[in-house]
């Protein structure tokens, strides 16, 4: 199995976990859109704990469970969390941004 790398990076106060790997994930829809978010969700604006991480991961190299625009919901110290798993169409590699096409997960809390 190839190296895994994850990366973990703040825009606007959302947390967003990436898996850049050779793995093959699930085909990339016809539109680089997202769905529009459900009311519900906000930015997350807690911190990051490293169980949430792995939580993220899990779900990114799952991608035949949690195909694009799935959004799976668990309790964090009293707080309910939700990963959508989106596109994600840069990550940062060694400090640089990198332009491509990431399956991503993105943290949200929900209102």
Do not use: C
Not at 12 to 32: N, Q, W, Y
């Amino acid at each position: 199995m190839p190296p895994i790398v994850i990366i973990i990076a703040s825009l606007a106060g959302l947390f967003t976990i990436l898996l850049a790997s050779r793995v093959k994930a699930a085909p990339m829809p016809p539109s680089d859109k997202d769905a529009p978010l459900p009311p519900n969700l906000r930015p997350l604006a807690i911190p990051v704990t490293s169980a949430m991480q792995q939580w993220a991961k899990s779900i990114v190299a799952a991608p035949d469970k949690y195909p694009y625009g799935a959004i799976a919901l668990k309790s964090f110290s009293g707080s309910t969390i939700a990963a959508r798993v989106e596109h994600h169409l840069w990550t940062m590699k060694d400090g640089v941004k990198v332009a491509g096409h990431y399956r991503g997960v993105t943290l949200y809390s929900v209102a």
